[in-house]
């Protein structure tokens, strides 16, 4: 009978994981988490006054659907939570979805970490102060204060939750979430607040349990002073040798010691706290907080530091200004060369003219004499030596406009440098952390070169936090010359991501690179970058031919002609596509050598072919008549074996 159960319970557990390990049912229950974000977050409220907390979760939101889902699913419950009331909510979710729509996707957390926290306070103060005007109705001037505030915090806390681990931003959305789950009580005995912050009270950090008994107290669903509760029933579980059990049932025996003291004789929310201490049992167990000790902490404060360095020294260089070109002095020493041989020089009105031309003739072509515009007795000896000014003034120029080249890109590097050094500090306390990989890649690429040497570079491996690499470079050109600008362009970006530099900082470093060895336009970049724990997929290009993404719909091309790097360090930028692999999805990366267009007519004969083979067919089908190398690379996913 027990071998029986046993085996029924792994049967079970098998066929779990691998509804878990589907795409399309990862991407319903994400889906969902957000709708049921945006409708339990509406309810949130303080002084029976709505909260803009749904805001701040739209402003630090990925975009695209899922944005969508919990913009729906707090416009439903601003109305099913407030009513008429909700009116405000409503304008805040459309402002929100605005916004995320406009904004997001792009990396401003980092670049700009202030932007969209600000936005969200600033739409919160406009509509307060819009309805204040408009209807005469709105909350005291304490609470409009506190709504701003909560919109630029919620935003910020949700950003960094979203985006990276911060243990002091993890307590405050689950006070956050507590506050909301509050005003939520299917039946009256079982509020899903009371609920959440039992679960806190037993398996979080004592912050996580001080701060949810805090909102608790915020919400105004009981006068027995919940902070107190979880405080103590957070430090039974201290006790030496005490049984789990009894650990599991501290916040409602916690609760049955507390309220009578303070003259509460209502004892139903004891029922949620219990039956929030015993779910705790399914969540997964705590991870210890780090602490800034031993090797570990010196090491952190080294990197901050040294990366606090390469920040200043970018200011410093930020503030360089260059020194204006004395245009004037040009004109003169132009006109001095040509009166000092000229035979006329004694006596000649013309002399002190030709020294105050005006600097605009260094800026035009002069053709012939009849352009000069000042009268002279030897024009021919006058238009020569201004011609020789004008090439002095476009060299100094063309020198300034180098120095400035380099200064950028000494800027980027320190600036890539100090962001790299400062994540892995924070990095540092997770190290032994694991990640979970859903997906394994598989990578066939095939090239054809009519010489020994081929221009295309291609290389795939694996980065930090389970991030898979793919990288095409084609090197300009045929021959030994190409294959050594694309092999140096793989190789550097090669050990910068396995390194863990993101993967702009990464193409923005080859670029600085290639335009300060003059070597702009020498190659192209294709560089994929796979997250193996959900299967999304960044691809980015700097010059390189399109790609194509075959679906189950049919070919979808993805990118087009642009500048290659090294042309410019400020001027140009990589561009980047966000998509999806995990659906059975294949990418297909083409050097500029294969006519793409050609091979995606014959698509219907690509399916269902193994990458290797599918590759051999595209660089067949699309295989030009120039002498440019081509190559095809294929990249796939599959679900991970369980």
């Known amino acids: 009978m027990m071998m029986w159960i046993g085996s029924s319970v792994r049967r079970t557990g098998r066929l779990l994981r691998r509804w878990w390990s589907a795409p399309q049912l990862r991407a319903a229950l994400e889906g969902s988490g957000y709708f049921l974000g945006g409708l339990i977050l509406s309810a949130a409220s303080l002084a029976h006054t ?17 944005s969508l889902l919990l913009s729906l699913g707090s416009v439903l419950g601003y109305r099913l939570f407030w009513g008429a009331a909700g009116l405000q909510g409503l304008v805040w979710t459309g402002a929100g979805l ?16 202030l932007l969209l926290p600000s936005l969200a306070a600033l739409t919160v103060a406009v509509t307060g102060l819009t309805f204040q005007l408009l209807h005469h109705t709105g909350p005291a001037p304490w609470l409009y204060l506190l709504q701003t505030g909560l919109a630029f915090g919620s935003a910020k806390i949700a950003a960094v939750v979203l985006h990276r681990r911060d243990p002091v931003m993890d307590w405050l959305a689950c006070a ?57 029933s957070f430090l039974v579980r201290l006790i030496p040798r005490l049984p789990k059990w009894m650990s ?38 705590q991870t210890p907080i780090s602490h800034r000790r031993g090797e570990t902490g010196l090491a952190q404060v080294r990197l901050e530091l040294t990366a606090e360095v390469l920040s200043e020294a970018e200011q410093l260089l930020l503030e ?56 002279c007795r030897k024009p021919g000896r006058l238009l020569l030596e201004i011609r020789r000014s004008q090439d002095q003034f476009r060299s100094i120029r063309a020198d300034r406009d180098r120095q400035r080249e380099y200064r950028n890109a000494m800027i980027q590097q320190y600036r890539f440098l100090s962001e790299y050094l400062q994540d892995l500090s924070d990095s540092l306390p997770r190290r032994g952390e694991t990640l979970l990989q859903r997906f394994d890649v598989q990578v066939a690429a095939r090239s054809n070169s009519q010489e020994d040497r081929n221009g295309d570079k291609c290389a795939w491996f694996a980065g930090t936090l389970c991030r898979y690499y793919v990288v095409l470079c ?11 600008e694309g092999r140096t362009a793989v190789t550097m970006l090669r050990r910068l991501l396995t390194a863990g530099w993101p993967a702009e900082h990464a193409l923005r470093g ?57 042309l410019s360090v400020t001027g140009i930028r990589e561009t980047v596509d966000k998509l999806s692999l995990r659906r059975g999805e294949t990418l297909i990366l083409l050097s500029d050598g294969v006519d793409g267009e050609a091979a995606m007519r014959r698509a219907g004969e690509l399916t269902c072919q193994e990458p290797g083979e599918m590759a051999s067919k595209v660089l067949r089908y699309g295989r030009g008549m120039g002498p440019d190398d081509a190559t095809a690379a294929v990249i796939r996913l599959t679900p991970v074996t369980l």
């Open 50 to 66: 709505p909260l803009p907390l749904p805001l701040g979760l739209l402003c630090a939101g990925p975009g695209g659907w899922p």
């Open 176 to 232: 956050l979430a507590v506050l909301a789950l509050a005003q939520i009580a299917p039946i009256p005995q079982l509020d899903l607040g009371m609920l959440a912050a039992g679960m806190l009270a037993v398996a979080a950090p004592f912050p996580a349990a001080a701060l949810a008994g805090l909102a608790l107290d915020l919400a105004q669903i009981t006068v027995t002073p919940m902070t107190a509760v979880l405080s103590l």
């Open 98 to 113: 605005a916004v995320c729509l406009a904004l997001g996707g792009r990396h401003l957390e980092r670049t700009r970490p």
């Open 510 to 566: 080859l670029n600085s690179l290639c335009a300060l060895r003059s070597r702009g336009g020498a190659v192209t970049v294709d560089l994929t970058e796979i997250d193996l724990q959900n299967g999304k997929t960044s691809l980015y290009k700097w010059g390189a031919a399109p790609s194509y993404l075959l679906t189950r719909t049919g070919p979808e091309k993805i990118g087009t002609a642009a500048p290659p790097p090294g």
């Open 320 to 375: 360089v200004q260059d020194y204006p070109i004395d245009e004037a002095a040009l004109i003169i020493k132009g006109a001095a060369r040509a009166c000092s041989s000229c035979p006329c020089r004694k006596g000649c009105k013309d002399t002190a003219a030709a020294q105050t031309m005006p600097v605009s003739v260094l800026h035009r072509p002069l053709i012939g004499t009849e352009d000069l515009p000042v009268h």
């Open 474 to 484: 084609d090197g300009m050109g045929t021959g030994e010359a190409a294959a050594q």
């Open 248 to 285: 599991h049932l501290a916040p409602a025996a916690m609760y049955l010691v507390v309220a009578p003291l303070c003259g509460v004789l209502d004892l139903t929310p004891a029922i949620a706290l219990g039956a929030g201490g015993i779910l705790s049992g399914l969540l997964p167990p």
